[in-house]
């Protein structure tokens, strides 16, 4: 290519163009070129060998054996995948909705502090839960759920109320064991996330709203939250993912099959137990894109209760 | 960060409208010092169980108060778990990945943010959506590939593909389109600086919040992560912290202690709670400034 001696030969077009091409592009393309090479390799493949993967019975070890839609199938009729489903969308739903809201109103609020350093402690102690491993603080919470011994039910008893069987009778308790775990963890990251979306916001609006007589309560519904929107929506994906995708606190609390009456039992650990316990890798493919789906379709109902894509 | 420092400078300037009204401050601060004691609490009592005798963790009512076994609560945990040994290998990952991901992103991003490139838009948007696809879909048929290639129990497995992240391309996109004039671009070209270095030596100074906050969130991430290395690694001495706690737990031959538990976790726990109290002020910095960018 880099040959300028043979003048008359044809291919020197072709080869200056190539040259020029890469002096103007050359730079970005190398710059981007990581994240396209590792994903293809480990994002891409992954994925599309799963999709194969979910059309075949494969304990991992011996040959794959074709079965059409019999995963899909078996998906629709298997009880426990309905059961961690429903426990899924529970958890999700019950620790996401106050938890949101919470974090919000907490981020207008820790805004009104004025005074820096004190703002700057009190973020960094909502924010603490968020950067521990949640294996850690499973373990911490774990304590403080022990049905006699526990923290809780110690405060319980001593102001007169009966003690929590956090893990027995019904399975009742475990789900609002993992939720809580998983307000207390979430709720300062999420806080921030609102705070400096907060903070981005010009205050001459609120200036400009005061003097034409809007009240605190107005203008937080009628110009913070509009203009908070993209930062909502980005929590909300976060949390459809999170949420839908919840691992580590029931693993920890509740044990791999869920607890009592495998109230516990989330669409992960589900999953986790399918492929790496029962070694039904291509059943747990089938049941990595029906989360996927589920993943896709409450994030788009996001978007369009935002607003977004009517727009264009 | 200017932005984020004028905004607070203005509402600094008013600080009548909440001295007017006691009654308001003070369910405010009731309200911020429940929080905070919601927040911290959990973590008193980690430290405080670390420090008492696997007795007095079950006695009636529970202790409130640090005890004196720290030291052995200590020797114990070292015998159950080679703790240091996953400590390191908790650093090791979390740091190469970190520093990867912080290059990579900072690389993708300028190049999004500087320039113009045929299929520019197309490639953009196929990044952005990457983001939606949960990890959860992918730990099958990666953990065949771990496999595959030889890496169960490798840290290079959990290290290369976690080298890039489209969230952080995303960031520092964001970040350097808001905050790099062009104008820098042309003055280093015509001092001679070669185009492939320009974002190295000149441009990457100016970058500091965005790949502090971005630096956190991935090595938190990186840090917590459970799942995969559950899944990839198989030998006490490979495995990272918060895998190597989970068998604290398990101990099928001794029962749960679970003052050792307790101390354990608070060993694991406190560098990293450490690190973030000193560094936390620069992340929120960064984190206001990423978002206002945004």
Redesign the interface.
């Known amino acids: 290519m880099a040959q300028p001696s043979v003048a008359a030969n044809p291919r020197r077009g072709m080869g200056s163009r190539i040259r020029r091409f890469v002096r ?9 070129a ?3 090479i ?2 293809l390799v ?2 891409a ?3 599309l ?2 999709f194969y ?1 979910s059309f075949h019975d494969w304990d ?1 070890i011996s040959e794959a054996f074709f079965v059409g839609f019999e995963n899909y199938a078996f998906l629709f009729t298997d009880p426990v995948f309905w059961q961690s489903m429903y426990n899924t969308l529970f958890i999700a739903v019950v620790a996401h909705v106050p938890m949101l809201l919470t974090a919000l109103v ?1 981020a207008f ?6 005074n ?1 350093r004190l703002q ?1 402690i ?16 499973a ?6 759920y ?1 049905t ?4 809780i039910n ?1 405060i319980l008893t ?1 102001i007169g109320l009966s003690p929590i069987d956090w893990w027995g009778g019904t399975g009742f308790w475990v789900k609002p064991a993992i939720i809580i775990l998983f307000i ?1 963890r979430w ?2 990251w999420n806080m ?2 609102y ?3 907060l ?6 609006l609120y ?1 400009a709203a005061a003097i034409d007589g809007a009240t605190k309560s107005q203008i937080f519904l009628r110009i913070t939250v509009p203009l908070l929107i ?2 909502i929506l980005f929590t909300l ?1 976060q949390s459809t ?1 999170g949420g ?2 919840i ?2 606190e029931p ?2 609390l509740a044990g791999t099959s869920g607890g009592t009456g495998k109230a516990g039992l989330t669409l ?1 650990l589900n ?2 137990n399918e ?2 316990g029962y070694g039904n ?1 291509g059943y ?2 089938a049941f ?2 029906a ?2 789906a589920l ?2 379709i409450i ?1 788009l109902v996001n978007l369009r209760l935002f607003g977004f894509g009517r727009a264009r | 960060m200017a ?2 420092k004028t ?2 400078e ?3 300037k ?2 009548s409208a ?1 001295a007017k009204i006691p009654l308001r401050s003070i369910v ?1 601060w009731a ?2 010092t429940l ?2 004691l ?3 609490f ?2 008193y ?2 430290f405080v ?1 670390a420090t008492q005798t696997a007795q007095k ?6 202790p409130l108060w640090f005890g004196a076994e720290a030291l052995s609560n200590y020797r114990e945990v070292l015998e159950v778990i080679p703790f240091w040994r996953n400590f390191m290998n908790s650093a090791v990952i979390s740091v190469t990945q970190t520093a990867l991901v912080l290059l ?1 992103s900072a ?2 991003g ?3 943010a ?2 113009d ?2 299929g ?1 838009r197309q ?1 953009f948007v196929f ?1 952005l959506a ?1 983001m ?14 771990m496999r595959w290639l030889g890496w169960v129990n490798d840290f290079k497995g959990l290290i ?2 976690g ?2 992240s ?1 969230f952080g ?1 995303f960031w520092m996109r964001q970040y350097i389109e808001g905050s790099v004039p062009h104008e820098l671009l042309d003055a280093a070209r015509i001092d001679g600086c070669p ?2 270095t320009i ?1 190295f030596r000149v441009v990457i100074s100016l970058l500091k919040p965005a790949l502090g906050a971005l630096g956190i969130m991935t090595f ?1 991430g990186s ?2 992560n ?2 995969q290395p559950l ?1 990839l690694l198989r030998e006490t001495s490979r495995f990272t ?3 190597a ?2 068998l ?2 398990g101990d099928p031959y001794r029962g749960t202690n ?1 003052a050792v ?2 101390a354990g ?1 608070a060993m ?2 406190l560098p ?2 450490t690190v ?2 000193f560094s ?2 620069r992340f ?1 910095a960064g ?2 400034a ?3 960018k ?1």
């Open positions: 103007r592009y050359g730079v970005p393309y190398t710059y981007i990581p994240f396209y590792l994903f480990f994002g493949f992954p994925i060998f799963s993967l991992g907490l609020l820790v805004d009104l502090i004025k820096r700057e009190v973020r960094t102690g909502y924010f603490l839960p968020a950067v521990t491993s949640s294996v850690a603080v373990m911490v919470f774990s304590t403080l022990g006699r011994y526990g923290f110690w001593s207390w709720l300062g921030i996330i705070l400096a979306g903070q981005g916001i010009d205050h001459s200036e993209p930062v994906i993912i839908i995708t691992f580590d693993f920890v992960a999953l986790y492929a790496f890798f747990a493919s990595a894109y989360i996927t993943i896709m994030s | 932005i984020g905004a607070r203005q509402t600094g008013e600080p909440t405010l309200l911020v929080g905070i919601f927040s911290a959990p973590f009592w980690m169980l963790v079950f006695s009636f009512p529970p990579f690389m993708g300028y190049a999004f500087m320039y490139f045929p520019k490639l990044m990457t939606m696809i949960p990890g959860i879909v992918q730990v099958v048929p990666w953990f065949m590939m290369i593909p080298a890039v489209a391309v185009e492939f974002l938190m840090w917590n459970f799942m899944i912290l918060p895998v706690l989970s604290l737990k679970y538990l307790m976790t694991a726990v990293i709670l973030f109290v936390a002020k929120m984190l206001t990423g978002a206002i945004g």
